[in-house]
């Protein structure tokens, strides 16, 4: 009777929350602008807002000629001085939590998290599991045992500001009806070997009904590869009431065919966009592709054309600016402190009523040392038309350029970890050459003018990317290994555990 009232009363609470939303989907365009203001407004007599001139800003034109661009370099000077407890600076007060993160160049990045914002970070994965119950129109899953691969909530403070990873900051955040369902322990959470982690998860759920699992996808194979390697079954002859996965982080598209095998068995997926920064989007529609992006969730965004972006004077487009199909330099403002931030993502629309978006890449994981500027995108569409036509099934890749190979014309290395190898290898490397010279015309130009020759694969021995991950310090959490770089230093670390 308690697990009846549990699911209808979830239920009714997404229908509700449904409705409400489309309030949102429809005015986005007027939002976005009145949240600026808002948010411009709010920070007036902060010490940025005073550099900046907020008192004279009545328009998003007049914030876009007050205030430029800027990454965690730009905004670190105003972040040193919030770390030492100093308030005003970025925003009115102190920030509750900073969400901890790594960073190439900066070291370790502390994002602020204000009281403002938190809720939206809940509010996000909330609506994104209320519009999948209103869709299905089932919430058996709330009856089931809940799992959430995330970082360490063990949170320290600096000068009296609660700092960690932001999964571990969400993990204090999760409402009182889900805990009694929520696995593993806290005491597991806390674990930082994340080996020793997945397979304290594993003892603690591999009898329980699991129901939903949510988790980054590598590290959810890592987990999926582990229980049945344990128990020679597939995941839904081990959980058979699982329902819902849940993943962000990184596109899933690559991994879904790894992931279908592993689960062996119906499983609905809902992708989200989730970062230390906000709660972006989420899939509002489970069976159909793209993310709907929070127009109403205290971030106003702008959209730098990707061939614009870096350059003096590069356009910043708003939502009603945007074209379908085109790649953008992800800028956000929010209720955070953070302004005209360049959070390093790269986003296209595929659809404007309401704006829905894929995650195309990152500003800095590319590959573009002949001029070609290849991105995530067209390497996993590459990668995805080539499977179809050659079947194989792929653990991970990454794709680097050889600028001065032994002999012969430089070329693109793909170093890909395969779980089963296409029948014919070569015939495999042509189509996937020719796929990617179909996505982009750059590179395209390159083989036909005999600048470049063609991709040479190079397969990897098994678990390549977890040794490689594990060496690097980057094993678990929200660790991930960028798809493709402009350099070598990944690769050629990887050639180590080559055949």
């Not at 230390?276 to 989420?282: L, N, T």
């Amino acid at each position: 009777m308690l697990n009846f009232i549990k699911k209808n009363t979830a239920l009714i609470w997404a229908k509700k929350h449904v409705r409400k939303a489309e309030e949102f989907k429809k005015n986005a365009e007027q939002d976005q602008e009145a949240l600026l203001l808002s948010l411009v407004k709010t920070a007036q007599k902060t010490l940025f807002g005073r550099e900046h001139d907020f008192e004279n800003i009545h328009s998003v034109k007049d914030f876009q000629e007050k205030v430029p661009v800027a990454d965690y370099e730009g905004l670190k000077p105003y972040i040193e001085r919030v770390k030492k407890g100093q308030a005003n600076i970025l925003w009115t007060e102190t920030p509750e939590y900073f969400a901890k993160t790594s960073g190439t160049t900066s070291g370790s990045k502390y994002i602020p998290i204000s009281k403002e914002g938190m809720p939206f970070q809940i509010a996000g994965a909330q609506s994104a599991l209320f519009h999948y119950i209103s869709q299905k129109n089932n919430a058996d899953f709330v009856n089931g045992k809940m799992i959430f691969l995330q970082g360490s909530p063990e949170l320290e403070e600096v000068f009296g500001i609660k700092t960690g990873r932001l999964s571990g900051i969400v993990a204090h955040h999760i409402p009182a009806y889900l805990q009694k369902n929520r696995l593993p322990s806290w005491e597991t959470n806390m674990m930082e070997d994340w080996e020793a982690k997945v397979d304290k998860i594993i003892e603690e759920t591999e009898k329980e009904n699991m129901t939903l699992i949510s988790g980054i996808p590598p590290w959810l194979v890592m987990y999926f590869e582990k229980l049945t390697e344990k128990h020679d079954k597939k995941i839904k002859q081990l959980f058979p009431h699982l329902q819902l996965i849940v993943t962000g982080g990184v596109n899933y598209e690559p991994y879904r065919d790894k992931m279908e095998e592993l689960l062996g068995g119906k499983v609905d997926i809902v992708q989200t966009f989730p970062a230390s920064e906000g709660f972006f989007a989420f899939q509002d529609d489970y069976t159909k592709e793209g993310l709907l992006l929070l127009t109403n969730h205290g971030i106003f965004y702008e959209f730098i054309p990707l061939e614009d972006y870096g350059k003096h004077g590069a356009r910043r487009l708003t939502l009603k600016e945007v074209e379908l199909h085109k790649d953008y330099a992800l800028i956000l403002t929010t209720n955070s402190g953070l302004w005209a931030y360049s959070i390093g993502d790269v986003v296209r629309f595929i659809d404007k009523a309401p704006y829905r978006i894929l995650v195309s890449g990152r500003t800095k994981h590319f590959t573009s040392a002949f001029g070609e500027h290849v991105i995530a995108f067209e390497v996993e569409e590459a990668m995805k038309a080539t499977l179809e036509k050659h079947p194989a099934q792929i653990t991970e890749f990454h794709l680097a350029p050889q600028v001065n190979p032994a002999e012969g014309l430089p070329y693109h290395e793909w170093l890909i970890e395969f779980e089963k190898q296409p029948e014919n290898l070569d015939e495999f490397r042509n189509e996937l050459d020719d796929q990617l010279r179909k996505r982009n015309t750059y590179y395209d130009d390159l083989i036909s003018g005999n600048i470049l020759r063609k991709l040479q694969i190079t397969p990897l021995k098994k678990n390549a990317f977890h040794e490689y991950a594990k060496s690097q310090g980057k094993l678990g959490g929200q660790n991930k290994i960028p798809r493709l770089a402009n350099d070598r230093k990944i690769a050629d670390l990887l050639e180590l555990h080559k055949f």
